[in-house]
Protein backbone atom coordinates (compact mmCIF):
# COMPACT_ATOMS: atom_id res chain seq x y z
CA UNK A 1 0.00 0.00 0.00
CA UNK A 2 0.88 3.42 -1.30
CA UNK A 3 1.57 6.16 1.80
CA UNK A 4 0.08 9.37 1.88
CA UNK A 5 2.53 11.91 -0.26
CA UNK A 6 5.00 13.81 2.09
CA UNK A 7 6.59 16.98 1.66
CA UNK A 8 8.97 17.06 -0.80
CA UNK A 9 12.00 17.03 1.05
CA UNK A 10 15.32 17.50 0.66
CA UNK A 11 16.09 18.69 -3.10
CA UNK A 12 19.80 18.88 -4.56
CA UNK A 13 21.32 20.80 -7.88
CA UNK A 14 22.44 17.73 -10.36
CA UNK A 15 26.29 19.33 -10.16
CA UNK A 16 26.47 17.91 -6.73
CA UNK A 17 28.98 15.32 -5.95
CA UNK A 18 28.24 11.87 -4.32
CA UNK A 19 30.78 12.37 -1.47
CA UNK A 20 28.49 16.22 -0.42
CA UNK A 21 25.07 14.69 -1.60
CA UNK A 22 25.57 11.54 1.29
CA UNK A 23 26.64 14.82 3.52
CA UNK A 24 23.45 16.25 3.06
CA UNK A 25 21.18 13.29 3.13
CA UNK A 26 23.02 12.33 6.45
CA UNK A 27 22.66 15.52 8.21
CA UNK A 28 18.69 15.60 6.99
CA UNK A 29 18.14 12.65 8.40
CA UNK A 30 16.91 11.90 4.85
CA UNK A 31 16.46 8.44 2.95
CA UNK A 32 16.38 10.70 -0.24
CA UNK A 33 17.13 13.09 -1.91
CA UNK A 34 15.35 14.60 -5.10
CA UNK A 35 17.63 15.78 -7.91
CA UNK A 36 16.64 18.88 -9.72
CA UNK A 37 18.03 20.49 -12.99
CA UNK A 38 19.36 23.73 -13.44
CA UNK A 39 16.26 25.24 -13.93
CA UNK A 40 14.49 23.58 -10.81
CA UNK A 41 12.84 20.27 -12.34
CA UNK A 42 13.01 17.32 -10.75
CA UNK A 43 15.12 14.81 -12.70
CA UNK A 44 14.75 11.96 -10.10
CA UNK A 45 15.16 10.54 -7.14
CA UNK A 46 18.94 9.05 -5.41
CA UNK A 47 18.53 6.80 -2.60
CA UNK A 48 21.26 6.28 0.34
CA UNK A 49 22.18 2.91 -0.27
CA UNK A 50 22.69 4.35 -4.54
CA UNK A 51 25.14 6.97 -3.73
CA UNK A 52 26.96 4.22 -1.58
CA UNK A 53 26.51 1.87 -4.59
CA UNK A 54 28.50 4.44 -6.81
CA UNK A 55 30.85 5.35 -4.32
CA UNK A 56 32.42 1.70 -4.00
CA UNK A 57 32.23 1.08 -7.79
CA UNK A 58 35.66 0.28 -9.16
CA UNK A 59 35.26 3.80 -11.06
CA UNK A 60 34.22 6.21 -8.48
CA UNK A 61 36.43 9.27 -8.31
CA UNK A 62 35.24 12.38 -6.18
CA UNK A 63 34.43 14.11 -9.45
CA UNK A 64 31.86 11.98 -9.99
CA UNK A 65 28.26 13.99 -10.19
CA UNK A 66 24.50 13.01 -9.39
CA UNK A 67 23.45 14.22 -13.12
CA UNK A 68 26.73 11.33 -13.93
CA UNK A 69 24.87 8.74 -12.11
CA UNK A 70 21.86 6.16 -13.76
CA UNK A 71 19.11 6.55 -10.90
CA UNK A 72 15.91 6.50 -11.28
CA UNK A 73 15.40 9.37 -13.05
CA UNK A 74 12.37 9.38 -15.30
CA UNK A 75 10.48 7.77 -12.80
CA UNK A 76 7.71 9.87 -11.58
CA UNK A 77 4.32 10.08 -10.83
CA UNK A 78 1.36 12.72 -11.75
CA UNK A 79 -0.04 14.66 -9.00
CA UNK A 80 -3.55 13.41 -10.96
CA UNK A 81 -2.91 9.61 -10.84
CA UNK A 82 -4.82 7.64 -8.02
CA UNK A 83 -3.56 5.78 -5.54
CA UNK A 84 -3.78 2.66 -7.33
CA UNK A 85 -2.27 3.64 -10.46
CA UNK A 86 0.86 4.36 -8.14
CA UNK A 87 1.01 1.78 -6.00
CA UNK A 88 0.85 -0.51 -9.78
CA UNK A 89 3.42 2.06 -11.33
CA UNK A 90 5.79 1.64 -7.74
CA UNK A 91 5.63 -1.89 -7.43
CA UNK A 92 5.91 -2.80 -11.11
CA UNK A 93 9.07 -0.79 -11.75
CA UNK A 94 10.36 -1.98 -7.75
CA UNK A 95 10.04 1.85 -6.53
CA UNK A 96 10.15 1.91 -3.00
CA UNK A 97 9.03 6.06 -3.51
CA UNK A 98 9.10 8.01 -6.07
CA UNK A 99 8.60 11.96 -6.56
CA UNK A 100 5.19 13.52 -7.42
CA UNK A 101 5.84 16.41 -10.21
CA UNK A 102 3.22 18.51 -11.23
CA UNK A 103 2.89 19.82 -15.23
CA UNK A 104 6.40 21.81 -15.14
CA UNK A 105 8.44 19.03 -13.23
CA UNK A 106 8.95 20.79 -10.28
CA UNK A 107 8.22 17.92 -7.33
CA UNK A 108 5.44 18.80 -5.21
CA UNK A 109 6.15 15.51 -2.49
CA UNK A 110 7.26 12.16 -2.34
CA UNK A 111 4.90 9.03 -2.75
CA UNK A 112 6.08 5.72 -0.41
CA UNK A 113 5.66 1.87 -0.29
CA UNK A 114 4.87 1.00 3.29
CA UNK A 115 7.00 -0.92 4.85
Known sequence: ?????D???PQVGD????EVALSVMTSARAGYLLICDGD???TGL?????LAAVRNSSSYTDRVRLRD???????FI????????????????????????????CA??????AR
Open 7 to 9: ASG
Open 78 to 105: SPVSTMAEAEHAMRYQKLGAVPVVDEHG
Open 46 to 50: ITQAQ
Open 1 to 5: MVNAM
Open 40 to 42: GRC
Open 108 to 113: LGVLAL
Open 15 to 18: DMTV
Open 69 to 75: FDGDSGS
